[in-house]
């Protein structure tokens, strides 16, 4: 892992780190502060007092306006390389520690974190037993209360395919979900269950002698019963069906999705984003993402990936979960 992010980082630190952003600086940086707003932070609310850590920060991203809302903002990362060039984007924000990890955070102290968060890192771990030890970790540096927001692969992935330092291990979220328990976490959320963006928010139950976080809120979401009434009617699906369905947890929105890939698989680029959105979001396409994804289809990636990314998005979360 280290040797591969480390040329990684030299060849091309933001491309590896976020390669449908990494067209400009700017953009880039962007990006950190969007998926941090939308993403990392939807429904979660930190107060300026909170200590925050995030697992693969690369060059800080999202450790950049997440230093901003924090007291204390922590960043690890398996590659030197990328925490060198995270200390020249960071350089001059005192509240921000960098440190290169072996696989744990032994340079973090029990239970004096009120948030730990992950994104687009662990779909490049090739063992589960890493991404396991790491939760662990989470679970050991959070205070009662903290909360652990991470995103793993979870799709079903062919084991001929192979994992390595790009493609990494996939998660069953229900699997997941099983070991969280004995590490100590209950699970709050998990969204986007069968994308390659599963996300699965967890709180760190209280333990006798463990410090309690006063420092951050998460507002819970339920099933929107009529928006998935009306997705699965868009799908040709019954609707009652699918939605008892959905809400008892037999049947992800990405499994029900199938028939529309089927469906569109012959139509033109365009005009399979244009119903993507409109089904999957309950919108008309805006022009920057008909441009991002028409690239992205371009560059080889495949139409269930544009799904994928519509249904584990902060606004098909929205959408289809009220909050309570």
Request: hydrophobic share 45%; charged share 30%; net charge positive.
């Given at each position: 892992?280290?040797?591969?992010?480390?040329?990684?980082?030299?060849?091309?630190?933001?491309?590896?780190?976020?390669?449908?952003?990494?067209?400009?600086?700017?953009?880039?940086?962007?990006?950190?502060?969007?998926?941090?707003?939308?993403?990392?932070?939807?429904?979660?609310?930190?107060?300026?007092?909170?200590?925050?850590?995030?697992?693969?920060?690369?060059?800080?991203?999202?450790?950049?306006?997440?230093?901003?809302?924090?007291?204390?903002?922590?960043?690890?990362?398996?590659?030197?390389?990328?925490?060198?060039?995270?200390?020249?984007?960071?350089?001059?924000?005192?509240?921000?520690?960098?440190?290169?990890?072996?696989?744990?955070?032994?340079?973090?102290?029990?239970?004096?974190?009120?948030?730990?968060?992950?994104?687009?890192?662990?779909?490049?771990?090739?063992?589960?037993?890493?991404?396991?030890?790491?939760?662990?970790?989470?679970?050991?540096?959070?205070?009662?209360?903290?909360?652990?927001?991470?995103?793993?692969?979870?799709?079903?992935?062919?084991?001929?395919?192979?994992?390595?330092?790009?493609?990494?291990?996939?998660?069953?979220?229900?699997?997941?979900?099983?070991?969280?328990?004995?590490?100590?976490?209950?699970?709050?959320?998990?969204?986007?269950?069968?994308?390659?963006?599963?996300?699965?928010?967890?709180?760190?139950?209280?333990?006798?002698?463990?410090?309690?976080?006063?420092?951050?809120?998460?507002?819970?979401?339920?099933?929107?019963?009529?928006?998935?009434?009306?997705?699965?009617?868009?799908?040709?699906?019954?609707?009652?069906?699918?939605?008892?369905?959905?809400?008892?947890?037999?049947?992800?929105?990405?499994?029900?999705?199938?028939p529309f890939l089927r469906a569109n698989r012959r139509a033109d680029a365009e005009t399979f984003l244009r119903r993507?959105?409109?089904?999957?979001?309950?919108?008309?396409?805006?022009?920057?993402?008909?441009?991002?994804?028409?690239?992205?289809?371009?560059?080889?990636?495949?139409?269930?990936?544009?799904?994928?990314?519509?249904?584990?998005?902060?606004?098909?979360?929205?959408?289809?979960?009220?909050?309570?």
């Amino acid at each position: 892992m280290r040797g591969d992010w480390d040329a990684r980082a030299r060849e091309n630190a933001t491309h590896y780190i976020a390669c449908g952003h990494a067209q400009a600086d700017d953009a880039f940086w962007a990006s950190g502060a969007a998926d941090l707003e939308n993403l990392i932070l939807q429904d979660v609310t930190l107060d300026p007092a909170a200590r925050a850590l995030e697992i693969g920060c690369g060059i800080g991203r999202l450790l950049r306006p997440l230093s901003e809302r924090v007291e204390r903002a922590i960043g690890v990362d398996i590659s030197p390389e990328m925490i060198a060039r995270a200390r020249e984007a960071l350089g001059g924000r005192r509240n921000v520690d960098l440190m290169v990890t072996r696989g744990t955070l032994d340079g973090i102290s029990d239970a004096m974190l009120d948030f730990v968060a992950s994104f687009i890192v662990f779909q490049h771990v090739p063992s589960r037993e890493a991404v396991y030890r790491y939760i662990g970790e989470a679970a050991r540096v959070l205070k009662s209360g903290g909360v652990f927001r991470f995103q793993v692969d979870g799709r079903r992935r062919f084991r001929v395919l192979g994992t390595d330092t790009w493609s990494g291990v996939s998660f069953d979220a229900e699997a997941l979900c099983r070991r969280l328990g004995p590490m100590g976490f209950d699970v709050l959320d998990r969204w986007g269950e069968g994308t390659h963006y599963l996300w699965i928010t967890a709180e760190r139950r209280n333990e006798p002698g463990r410090p309690e976080s006063r420092a951050i809120a998460v507002r819970r979401r339920s099933w929107d019963e009529a928006a998935l009434r009306s997705l699965l009617g868009d799908l040709g699906l019954d609707p009652a069906e699918g939605t008892a369905a959905v809400v008892a947890g037999s049947r992800s929105l990405r499994s029900l999705a199938r028939p529309f890939l089927r469906a569109n698989r012959r139509a033109d680029a365009e005009t399979f984003l244009r119903r993507a959105y409109r089904v999957f979001l309950g919108r008309a396409a805006d022009a920057s993402g008909l441009s991002f994804y028409a690239g992205q289809l371009a560059d080889g990636k495949r139409r269930g990936y544009v799904v994928d990314c519509l249904l584990a998005s902060a606004e098909a979360r929205a959408r289809f979960r009220t909050l309570e």
